[in-house]
């Protein structure tokens, strides 16, 4: 019932407020109701916490948290805004008339197994079968429909669902306030950017990135204060747009305090190409503010990073592991793993070769021990191996090899593609959605 991600991400804060220290989430999966049929589709998440609670002491709390946040059960198994179950207590074993634990209800629930297989696959439930992990219960789980992970975006129903077979590309639109943007410094300023807007809205663009400070190799830094200065009016204008009310917007940024101005603003999305490598505030900033972060693969810096394109142990492998740190330390922040996206990378501390490879592999990247059920985005909108490849040296040249781009990024699974010429790669997604992702 209601803002279901809302109310979660609630229950998570009033379990910290309270001591019950919130140390790693699961993704939110969303499943048709069970057992009472006529209500609302329900989303399921499992959470990891610390505490000093025994558990009859801890299922006190989390009734009193429930209590708190005003559920009212009218049927049992009915609808509600929240349910907070113990379903393991370490390797304890508990029997009471209250509480038993293991859940009883573990097994037979794949909206209960799918989220604890992400956080720990290989515990048994069992003493008395310690040879059987939370793995082998879902994979002999009978399932019917497959179920996805849900990400929010912007509001109730803007969201990501990287698993569904079925989805559609969602189309990010580029809005450089920057002079020295590789390929469109100095075209976008407050004078024209309404009109811009509303033009990639028409276009068919689902979500706008901000930025104020150019990322390409090469380019010099400007303040965090000059950043502000040009994302935080771009983002009220956006917002003051009724056309624009259930836009997402993005920032390109890898500074917190911009971060925290946009967010303050109306941003929903940070988008750093750093993955917090650059700021060590971003994430514990991102965390307390509740919004959603997209975690890019980048070495070194903008002005470093292409010295640094030795992947030893392999591309696929090599971006795999720095990536999962970085979601490990976002997490370890207080970000909710709902709460990411993630980025290959494509054109930062990768050669062209590489871009190339990156595109025909994305499919064994998202499958990842680890990574599987987060979204992705994919950025490679006429960027400079686009031009090696087709000789096109002017990036706006670059249109119709960024086009096999995205058709590529389609087929490889990603769930958004970050755009210049939005029309055009709108019509090239729709294509690809009909393709590989049909209704």
Known sequence: MGDRVAEI?????????????????????ETEPMYVLDQDPFLNGACEVETDLEPLTLLDQ??????????????????????????????????????NVPHIGI??????????SELIPSKSLYPSKPWKVVQDYLNELRQGEPLSSMTPLRGVSHTLTPLLHNRKTQVMAILNLTPDSFSDGGKNDLTNLRDTVL?????GATILDVGGQSTAPGRPEVTAQEEASRVV????LIRSLPEACNIAISVDTYRAFVAEKAIASGADIINDVSAGLLDPDMF????????????????????????????EGGLIPTIASELLQRISAAEAAGIRRWRIILDPGIGFAKTADQNLELLRCLDELRAWPGLGGLPWLVGSSRKSFIGKVTGSEEPSNRIWGTAATMAAAVQGGADMVRVHDVSEMAKVTAMADAIWRPS
């Open 233 to 236: 009016p771009a983002i009220e």
């Open 9 to 29: 991400e609630r229950a998570c804060r009033e379990m910290d407020r309270r001591g019950i220290r919130v140390t790693r989430t699961s993704s939110l999966w």
């Open 199 to 203: 033009r990639h809205i028409r276009d």
């Open 62 to 99: 989390l009734q009193a948290i429930e209590n708190d946040m005003g559920r009212h059960k009218v049927i049992d198994k009915g609808p509600r805004n929240i349910d907070l179950d113990i379903l393991l207590y370490g390797d304890e074993t508990v029997n009471h008339e209250r509480l």
């Open 107 to 116: 097994p037979e629930r794949e909206f209960v197994l799918r989220p604890l």
């Open 284 to 311: 514990s900033t991102v965390a307390r503010l509740g919004k959603t972060i997209c975690l890019m693969h980048m070495r070194g810096t903008p002005q470093t990073m292409m010295d640094l394109t030795s992947y």
